[in-house]
């Protein structure tokens, strides 16, 4: 072997050069066709949530869903033969931090944004992302302003409150035949639309009568002046539109002053946590309005989704938000394949004008505004073990 190799004088040096050179070449030309998208510069997505402070169980719910579809979606090559990268940002449920983490996001980089959870925390966050030009969709935000300003680069894979409040009205009328309401809200953009929007729903039923519609202060422990109040009215039905952290407590305190109307909370109210907050004795029977649960999806994608969940997590998902941000990356995944393309103008006229696929929450596809097409509503109930039950209406 070495002298055929060794044809002339300095041909040994020459052709063994030559050979690596040839292998060199050929090995990066395989490297090139043939690399896994780990290998390539990954596309970084935003995912805005409440990863800690009083929802901090909705973030850790969110980072969840979203880590299980980024997972899969690197799994098939990526997107574009690029890797996802998931980068979070807490914004604590509060307005200002809100905020402060879309411009994070904005100095990050990121091509897109998941975001965020709570309507007024939403709202902080879409007008510096509409500023910057960046594509945001919110996934637990349903408050009907959010897509009346006109923003070119909004969406949300969650319904809209007006949708719940006719659900809920449709509810107490016609299937609970209950007619003195009692509505309550925090003032958040969310909890007052979702109570305002009741509240118009139920003017057009006849016999149907609010007697008592008011307001608690988010963050509060002690509702007993406002419950008071409401006692004197005597509802059939307290519809609680505000989040579960104060839920809990509301309910807990109703009960302990005497006060046995039926429990109702809107699409924030009830969860795991509201259960542990009230007592299971006093959650119990409770109902909610609200999304249906993943564990009550019968799509192929719903079912693979909540198998990993459990898998991973031991249980599902205790309310539809973090499905719903799941959801969003896969609308960003697509609509980044479909055009192949990362730019924000692109990738939003893509959404709103020719985007239809088949999500973990069923079909998806967007109106002008920037809402989803359609809606589906469920009422679920808390049953005498502790869990979120639909309640058959």
Same mark, same amino acid.
């Given at each position: ?185 925090? +003032? ?7 109570? =305002?929007? /009741?509240?118009? #729903?139920? %003017?057009?039923? !006849?016999? *149907? ?57 809107? +699409? ?7 259960? =542990?907050? /009230?007592?299971? #004795?006093? %959650?119990?029977? !409770?109902? *909610? ?105």
């Amino acid at each position: 072997m070495r002298g055929r190799l060794r044809v002339s004088k300095g041909g040994w040096a020459r052709h063994w050069w030559t050979g690596l050179l040839v292998l060199a070449v050929a090995w990066a030309l395989g490297c090139a066709v043939t690399a896994p998208a780990a290998a390539q510069a990954p596309i970084r997505i935003g995912l805005q949530g409440p990863i800690t402070g009083p929802w901090a169980l909705e973030g850790e719910m969110a980072v969840n869903s979203v880590q299980i579809v980024a997972d899969q979606i690197n799994a098939r090559g990526g997107i574009l033969g690029r890797p996802v990268e998931i980068v979070i940002g807490d914004d604590q449920g509060e307005v200002r931090q809100s905020a402060l983490t879309a411009q994070r996001m904005v100095a990050e980089g990121v091509v897109a944004v998941i975001s965020s959870y709570g309507s007024s925390i939403t709202e902080a966050a879409q007008l510096i992302y509409e500023d910057a030009g960046l594509l945001n969709i919110a996934y637990g935000a349903t408050a009907e302003s959010l897509t009346q300003h006109g923003h070119r680069y909004f969406f949300r894979t969650s319904f809209r409150d007006d949708r719940q409040g006719d659900f809920f009205a449709e509810l107490v009328t016609a299937h609970l035949n209950l007619q003195r309401i009692a509505i309550v809200h925090d +003032n958040s953009t969310f909890a007052r639309g979702l109570a =305002e929007a /009741a509240r118009r #729903s139920l %003017a057009g039923k !006849s016999g *149907v009568e609010v007697v008592f519609y008011d307001a608690i202060t988010a963050g509060e422990r002690d509702f007993t002046s406002t419950i008071s109040r409401m006692r004197t009215t005597n509802p059939e039905v307290v519809y609680f539109t505000a989040y579960y952290p104060e839920a809990g407590l509301f309910l807990r305190q109703m009960r302990d002053a005497g006060v046995d109307a039926l429990f109702i909370g809107g +699409n924030a109210a009830i969860n795991d946590e509201f259960i =542990e907050i /009230a007592g299971l #004795s006093v %959650a119990a029977g !409770s109902l *909610v309005t609200q999304e249906p649960l993943p564990t009550d999806l019968d799509y192929p994608e719903a079912v693979e989704f909540v198998n990993e969940y459990v898998r991973r997590h031991g249980a599902p998902p205790s309310t539809p938000w973090p499905v719903y941000a799941a959801d969003a990356l896969n609308i960003i995944a697509a609509a980044i394949e479909a055009t192949g393309s990362t730019d924000s103008t692109v990738l939003a006229e893509y959404i709103r004008s020719q985007l239809s696929i088949n999500g973990i929450t069923g079909p998806i596809s967007f109106e002008d505004s920037g809402d989803r097409a359609g809606a589906i509503y469920k009422a679920y109930k808390v049953d005498d073990s502790g869990r979120i039950v639909d309640a058959g209406y």
